[in-house]
């Protein structure tokens, strides 16, 4: 078992409890195609010394690694040290102490959309510009380019650089589908009419299931296929509510019982023949392939994305994680090097052939990584142009928790929609304010 099979349960367990809107981020696996390309020369007058510390999520120790070995970062003159990096408050309070003392315990670390926003208005990192190529964004697709822009600029200046794209994906019993004789679901309206297709209540059997725990990730998504930002608290907020609302009590599509399930609990089910249409990040192509017993590629096939009112440009959103040097880097010059190292175009399609926990939608990634996998599929999504950018808001995490509170109540029966948008109105002017 290799070090990403060994924390993948703690990596969806991560992205669950670190924020209440993760989409978490996590991608499937996709075999090496080739060996890597070797990598460039570092002239001898250019080399430095000593130590670079990058902090990652656990399941990425392994492959951060791998990388660095396969492909040359030693050749620089620095060495890497790897180190797990812990979640929540307890690595902004680490991050804090760091700028307060000037020395932070990390050169690099990678992170996720939730926290980007509170950590570059904090002044935690600098400026990564000055690093970059001259055409360095050439190489990234309007969708990945758009999502830099929000989620890894401030003030006009770069922060942050993803090293993975990860789009949810609509995945279908194609073998059930077949069956009944029915497409995969291109519209609102055609994932509805699902429920008198495949509910069958008595055997404990939905046409669709969700994994609703994680209520701002569906919000978001809905809210995006309305054609709307969820934090506007408006009309398209209200259309995906109502939606929602009808496929678990009109349409007898969704189980209502997915409001107390999370993504694990969503996939058992699936797998388990309980559904035959859901809504999924990534990590599920690997969840599939790893019921041995099971699975069959007609069992776990992907269709595109459902349009909503909004449009095909708003069918998906991606999120993603992505590295930054902090200002209280120890070693400064060496995690110049080692961010250059890792975001390098010549490296970011080798680095996804290591894993695809660094497979992103940059041209030279799908170039590199081909059909392979979850690349199949994202090139599919992008080629589509399908994946619109994530609802943004100064305070995510806190207003995401409002509006949470608000689609609860509504979808539980305890308020009613009008009451629903009254207490998300006046939650997003609290936040703001």
């Known amino acids: 078992m290799n070090n990403k099979e060994q924390h993948k349960l703690s990596r969806r367990d991560f992205m669950q409890l670190a924020a209440v809107g993760a989409g978490g981020t996590v991608l499937a696996a996709c075999s090496p195609a080739a060996a890597p390309a070797p990598p460039t020369a570092v002239p001898p007058s250019a080399k430095?010394?000593?130590?670079?510390?990058?902090?990652?999520?656990?399941?990425?120790?392994?492959?951060?690694?791998?990388?660095?070995?396969?492909?040359?970062?030693?050749?620089?003159?620095?060495?890497?040290?790897?180190?797990?990096?812990?979640?929540?408050?307890?690595?902004?309070?680490?991050?804090?102490?760091?700028?307060?003392?000037?020395?932070?315990?990390?050169?690099?670390?990678?992170?996720?959309?939730?926290?980007?926003?509170?950590?570059?208005?904090?002044?935690?990192?600098?400026?990564?510009?000055?690093?970059?190529?001259?055409?360095?964004?050439?190489?990234?697709?309007?969708?990945?380019?758009?999502?830099?822009?929000?989620?890894?600029?401030?003030?006009?200046?770069?922060?942050?650089?993803?090293?993975?794209?990860?789009?949810?994906?609509?995945?279908?019993?194609?073998d059930l589908f077949d069956k009944k004789g029915v497409k995969p679901p291109s519209t609102w309206d055609e994932v509805a009419a699902l429920g008198s297709v495949f509910t069958d209540e008595s055997k404990g059997v939905w046409a669709v299931e969700e994994g609703l725990q994680v209520m701002s990730v569906y919000l978001g998504y809905t809210t995006k296929q309305a054609g709307g930002n969820p934090f506007d608290a408006g009309e398209k907020l209200q259309a995906?509510?109502?939606?929602?609302?009808?496929?678990?009590?009109?349409?007898?599509?969704?189980?209502?019982?997915?409001?107390?399930?999370?993504?694990?609990?969503?996939?058992?089910?699936?797998?388990?023949?309980?559904?035959?249409?859901?809504?999924?990040?990534?990590?599920?192509?690997?969840?599939?392939?790893?019921?041995?017993?099971?699975?069959?590629?007609?069992?776990?096939?992907?269709?595109?994305?459902?349009?909503?009112?909004?449009?095909?440009?708003?069918?998906?959103?991606?999120?993603?994680?992505?590295?930054?040097?902090?200002?209280?880097?120890?070693?400064?010059?060496?995690s110049k090097a080692l961010l250059k190292f890792l975001v390098d175009k010549k490296n970011a399609g080798e680095m996804a052939k290591i894993n695809t926990w660094y497979l992103s939608n940059r041209k030279s990634v799908l170039e590199t990584v081909g059909d392979k996998g979850m690349a199949k599929y994202l090139k599919m999504y992008t080629d589509a142009g399908v994946i619109g950018t994530r609802p943004f808001h100064e305070k995510f995490v806190e207003a995401s928790s409002k509006l949470d509170e608000a689609a609860i109540a509504y979808l539980t029966k305890q308020i009613d929609i009008d009451q629903a948008m009254e207490q998300a109105q006046d939650a997003m002017k609290a936040v703001s304010g």
Not at 59 to 70: I, L, Q, Y
Not at 91 to 111: E, Q, R, V
Not at 266 to 280: E, F, G, I, S
Not at 309 to 329: D, H, Q, R, V
């Open 48 to 174: 430095g010394s000593g130590k670079v510390v990058i902090a990652v999520g656990g399941w990425a120790e392994g492959s951060t690694k791998e990388v660095a070995e396969k492909l040359g970062f030693a050749d620089t003159g620095y060495t890497i040290d790897v180190q797990v990096r812990p979640g929540g408050p307890e690595l902004m309070s680490m991050l804090t102490a760091g700028i307060a003392s000037g020395k932070s315990p990390y050169d690099l670390i990678d992170f996720e959309d939730e926290v980007a926003i509170t950590y570059s208005r904090s002044g935690f990192f600098r400026p990564l510009d000055d690093l970059l190529e001259p055409n360095f964004w050439d190489d990234f697709p309007t969708s990945m380019m758009d999502m830099s822009k929000l989620w890894g600029q401030y003030d006009g200046k770069t922060f942050r650089i993803h090293h993975n794209f990860e789009a949810q994906y609509s995945w279908y019993r194609k």
């Open 240 to 334: 995906a509510l109502e939606y929602i609302n009808k496929l678990m009590y009109e349409d007898n599509t969704m189980n209502p019982a997915c409001l107390q399930k999370g993504y694990d609990q969503q996939n058992a089910d699936y797998t388990a023949d309980k559904v035959a249409y859901h809504r999924q990040w990534p990590f599920f192509y690997d969840v599939a392939r790893a019921k041995t017993d099971w699975f069959s590629e007609d069992k776990a096939a992907i269709c595109l994305p459902p349009v909503g009112p909004g449009g095909k440009e708003n069918s998906t959103y991606a999120a993603g994680w992505g590295y930054g040097i902090l200002n209280s880097a120890p070693n400064s010059e060496g």
